[in-house]
């Protein structure tokens, strides 16, 4: 669907008078104030696609601003639904993606970032100990414990990050701050026995000085690891960003000129840096086209910088903007709206504008919010899994229903509970994946491997059911061992001994400790990239996943281990096993996660969430769990440093940032909201409710009786004793793997994938099983990097290479081969190619949004395609040249087309993809207005180039190739049929080939 009037209208004329005000307001500096349920992302959106019906901007000159990946896929997906594919090319962003977008636009302005890498949690870990162990400190350091105040320094550091407050800076406040406490009138007592002493509120506030004056030690220290250590950290992207831009007036006005609208979503929650960021991109005009949403009501995200100065900013900078508050809400009913409201008022703020009281608009029902209290947790839990039963017996979408919590570790009784009925649920909270089952057996293996000699570690690994090692052969070698005095290893290398110990299968035994010796050598001989993919190979472990019945929630924990190890290569070269243990051990020493990445449900299941999660969401039934004082409010948070300019707020009410978390939890319900809390905790503790349960007006509460109620629950039959019901999501489910599909669509490589070897296509492009990057993909991914540069010089591609090569996850000796290989090739090009280096153009053009339709059992269904274009040349005669860079070995013409023997046509394919990609386009003016030039399709060519020479060291000329409409077509066909099969899972009957190293894999996925 594309954008049209009557789309626009049909949502435009539902708006009410102050939404269509922000719509229609397009001009000049805007503020709007959006309670929850007020319809802040349909104005957005709507906005967005007014200023492109009402003004000559382009998509592309547009930028939405937002603080989560989930509020800028909201954004997106509602901007598609108004706008269809044209959506996909306003710039829709969180503010770090935004600067990353930024710096890898203009890699030569920011060689602080793009040569560097981006630092782990460990490595902040390991600086910070290191200052700490190498520096005299006095009140940041304890004996014997210096690692005390590691991470409350680490989160002191990234506060001051967030102001934008560098070193310097903190540097001249802490000096006023020692004139300002030195000048103070009565520091000392004037007279009784304290005469001379300073007083006791003095004390406390010199220690504070003291700390911090210490604090910025380390802090300047750590800035200087940073550097010497090429890392910079999540912080320094939005710092640095506008360092660049303030030192770089050519590189602001470009960006200036591009974004000519600016909105930005959930600006309560945005900090000071972030504010200056937005300051600077709105600077060439007094009064910009900046547009910003957001309600103090629901600020909770002040531990990362956020403060109700940073939203009334906004008003104080700009004295003309508009001010438009939304106050009418069509999410939830009047008792939830006048509920939360009473609760919201015991915050204090000086602004009026701010407290207004929603009215309701889309719901009559006069529920009032429940309360249930129960004995203990138990019975707490099982009413939750039996009301939702009933509720989805009763009709109720399992998607409709949400239960927030206020901790992470919440979950964890909630979804044991729910494992043992059938109400399908999606955990969308943080989990810590090395607390997960099936990678603890995997972290056991790596910590036996890296020390064979202990024998604890060993016979726990040996016990591991992916080896299928009898039980009592396992007993009889430990028996034997203890009987003759022999070491575990001693037993297991050797075929006699086993068979002395009395084992029934003494060769698979030797043949498994085999694999042991083998890959304990590796792990300290070659990267653990390297080591952790051939064990997973190796052992089964992949096999042993995919049998498991929740094979998707396995998968994607691995992934996400996959991603970690990733992740710490690229800055550690030579990355080995003992290191890789030596970061688990830091991990778990400081209590950090490996967090699941933020994904999409992809099925109606019941949310488990967080508070904090939920914000920018809605549920037509919400339980809020867990209201027990000390743990929703009231809570003892222990602040090690008091930072000036940071912690403006902290005096104030404690429990503010408590209540407006419990505010935004009340008002994602759209219908009903159920309270409870339990009178004991599981260690048998006395509780009483929330203070905020207290403060909500006793006139929409309705506190029920709860003594039938656990009687009855105790006779339901479910308890956390009961037999587990709930079947979990398998890599086989058919409806899952389909909107895998309809959701990841076809890019060139997938549908190449598939052409070669449907199962190939399936395991690498569909379910993504987790692999690292081969040594030649990650050289070509940084000679691609070389070459997507907009200002063209030999010097900053060689730059740009080599700093791109150094964050690669190499091994020295590879990394060396790699970077002479590239500096020689690219030394080359550019003296064979300079003049089209230099050729006007788009580069990196990344093409998301376009469809093909097939008609599938009476459906009409869209399906995706995506990629990026390498370069796109405007030619003087009016020709469009998609250029294709290609490294390693010289194709001849013929094989590019599949004309030879083993030859397999995915080169030229690929550019005909391409100018499929480019037709689609095309056919949405809005969507190429501004990109492309209106040309016909006739004048796009194709162009293979090899950034490399062939055998004899010379650079031939570019193929070029016209690529006919018949062949567009003809391919668009292929595809079509090719989605066909998969939605119809064709591939599923066909054997991969005989010697496809998936074949193990298969046969578990076809077992019944």
Not at 178 to 204: A, C, I, P, T
Not at 298 to 323: D, P, V
Not at 876 to 898: A, L
Request: include cysteine; charged fraction near 30%; proline fraction near 2%.
């Amino acid at each position: 669907m594309e954008m049209t009037s009557d789309v626009f209208n049909s949502f435009y004329k539902k708006l009410n008078k102050a939404q269509k005000t922000a719509v229609d307001t397009v001009e000049g500096p805007v503020m709007v104030v959006a309670g929850p349920g007020t319809g802040k992302t349909l104005i957005l959106t709507l906005r967005i696609a007014n200023i492109l019906k009402k003004t000559d901007t382009n998509a592309e000159n547009i930028l939405a601003l937002t603080f989560t990946e989930s509020g800028a896929y909201s954004m997106r997906k509602k901007l598609v639904e108004i706008m269809g594919s044209l959506a996909y090319r306003v710039n829709i962003h969180t503010f770090h993606s935004f600067c990353n977008d930024i710096i890898k636009s203009h890699p030569e302005e920011f060689p602080k970032i793009i040569g560097a890498v981006n630092i782990t949690d460990i490595d902040q870990i390991k600086i910070i100990e290191d200052i700490l162990d190498k520096n005299r400190f006095k009140r940041i350091k304890f004996y014997g414990d210096s690692s005390f105040f590691v991470m409350p320094i680490i989160g002191a550091i990234r506060d001051l990050k967030r102001e934008g407050i560098s070193p310097k800076t903190f540097a001249l406040s802490m000096e006023l701050e020692d004139k300002k406490f030195q000048n103070s009138k009565n520091l000392y007592h004037q007279k009784g026995r304290f005469k001379g002493f300073m007083k006791s509120e003095y004390k406390v506030l010199e220690k504070k000085l003291l700390k911090n004056k210490e604090l910025l030690h380390v802090y300047q220290k750590y800035q200087k690891a940073l550097s010497t250590n090429r890392f910079y950290d999540y912080e320094d992207m939005i710092i640095e960003t506008i360092k660049i831009l303030r030192k770089n007036p050519g590189l602001l006005l470009e960006l200036q000129e591009k974004y000519q609208y600016i909105l930005v979503d959930e600006h309560q929650d945005t900090n000071n840096a972030q504010n200056g960021l937005l300051e600077l991109l709105s600077s060439f005009h007094s009064d910009p086209n900046l547009f910003i949403v957001g309600d103090e009501k629901q600020a909770i995200f002040r531990f990362q910088g956020a403060s109700l100065e940073n939203f009334l900013y906004f008003k104080n900078l700009y004295k003309n903007a508009s001010l438009i508050n939304l106050s009418e809400n069509y999410r939830s009913t009047e008792p939830i709206l006048d509920g939360s409201h009473s609760l919201i008022l015991n915050n204090k703020v000086s602004e009026k504008f701010l407290r207004i009281k929603l009215n309701p608009k889309a719901s009559q029902g006069k529920e009032k919010i429940k309360l249930y209290s129960f004995s203990n947790p138990d019975y707490e839990h099982v009413f939750l899994a039996k009301d939702m039963e009933e509720k989805i017996k009763n009709g109720v979408s399992p998607g409709e229903i949400a239960v927030l919590y206020r901790d992470n570790k919440d979950v964890v009784p909630v979804s044991k509970i729910l494992e043992k009925t059938s109400i399908p649920f999606v955990i969308e909270s943080n989990q810590n994946v090395l607390a997960d089952d099936e990678i603890s057996k995997l972290l056991l293996v790596f910590r036996s491997l890296n020390n064979l000699s202990d024998e604890n570690l060993l016979s726990k690994a040996l016990h591991l059911d992916i080896w299928n090692i009898d039980n009592l052969d396992i007993f009889k070698i430990l028996s034997f061992g203890k009987k003759n005095k022999k070491k575990i290893v001693d037993i297991l290398r050797s075929l006699d001994v086993l068979f002395k110990a009395g084992v029934g299968e003494p060769e698979k035994i030797l043949a498994i400790y085999s694999k042991f010796q083998k890959w304990s050598r590796l792990g300290r001989n070659i990267n653990f990239t390297d080591t952790l993919e051939i064990i997973l190979n190796e052992s089964g472990f992949l096999k042993h996943l995919f049998a498991h019945p929740a094979s998707v929630e396995k998968m994607n924990k691995l992934e996400n281990l996959f991603n970690e190890v990733r992740k710490i290569s690229e800055g550690h070269k030579e990355f080995k096993l003992p290191d890789f243990i030596e970061y688990l051990n830091i991990l778990v020493n400081y209590n950090i996660l490996i967090k699941m990445k933020e994904g999409v449900s992809l099925f109606d299941s019941v949310h488990l969430m967080t508070a904090h999660k939920s914000k920018g969401l809605e549920f037509d039934y919400v339980y809020i769990i867990g209201l027990n004082d000390g743990h929703w409010g009231n809570r003892k948070n222990i602040r090690h440093f008091h930072l000036p300019n940071v912690d403006k707020d902290f005096l104030k009410d404690k429990n503010e940032d408590e209540r407006r978390l419990f505010y935004v939890a009340l008002t994602r319900a759209k219908k009903e909201v159920i309270l409870t809390y339990a009178r004991e905790n599981f260690d048998k503790d006395y509780k009483i409710a929330s203070q905020f349960v207290e403060e909500i007006d006793k006139k929409f509460l309705e506190k029920k009786e709860t003594a039938e109620l656990e009687k009855l629950l105790s006779r339901s039959g479910l308890n956390k004793y009961s037999a587990k019901k709930n079947k979990p999501l398998s890599i086989k489910d058919r409806k899952y793997l389909k909107n895998l599909f309809l959701e990841q669509g076809f890019s060139v490589t997938a549908f190449n994938n598939y052409l070669e070897d449907p199962w190939k296509y399936f395991f690498e492009s569909l379910v993504r099983l987790p692999s690292m990057r081969s040594s030649s993909q990650e050289y070509g991914s940084a000679m691609h990097e070389a070459l997507s540069l907009k200002n063209f010089t030999k010097a900053k591609m060689l730059k740009v290479f080599r700093d791109s090569l150094s964050r690669k996850a190499l091994n020295d000796g590879d990394y060396k081969k790699y970077l002479e290989r590239g500096r020689l090739a690219l030394e080359g090009y550019f003296k064979a190619r300079s003049a089209s280096l230099r050729q006007e153009g788009l580069r990196e053009l990344d093409i998301a949004g376009v469809f093909t339709e097939v008609e599938h059992r009476n459906k009409k269904i869209k399906i995706l395609l995506k990629g990026k274009i390498d370069k796109i040349e405007f030619l003087s005669d009016g020709k469009i040249r998609v250029i294709d860079y290609k490294t390693g070995r010289w194709k001849s013409r013929n094989e590019m087309e599949g004309g030879t023997k083993n030859s397999d046509g995915n080169y030229k394919r690929q550019l005909v993809f391409y100018k499929l990609l480019l037709k689609k386009m095309m056919q949405n003016k809005k969507l190429h207005s501004g990109i492309l030039p209106n040309a016909g399709m006739d004048s796009i060519e194709g162009v293979i180039d090899f950034i490399e020479p062939d055998d004899k060291g010379a650079y031939r000329e570019r193929e070029i190739f016209q690529i006919s409409g018949k062949e567009v077509d003809e391919l668009e066909n292929e595809i079509k049929k090719t989605a066909k099969d998969i939605l119809d899972f064709k591939f599923w009957r066909k054997n991969p080939a005989s010697k496809s190293k998936y074949l193990a894999l298969v046969e578990i996925l076809k077992q019944k």
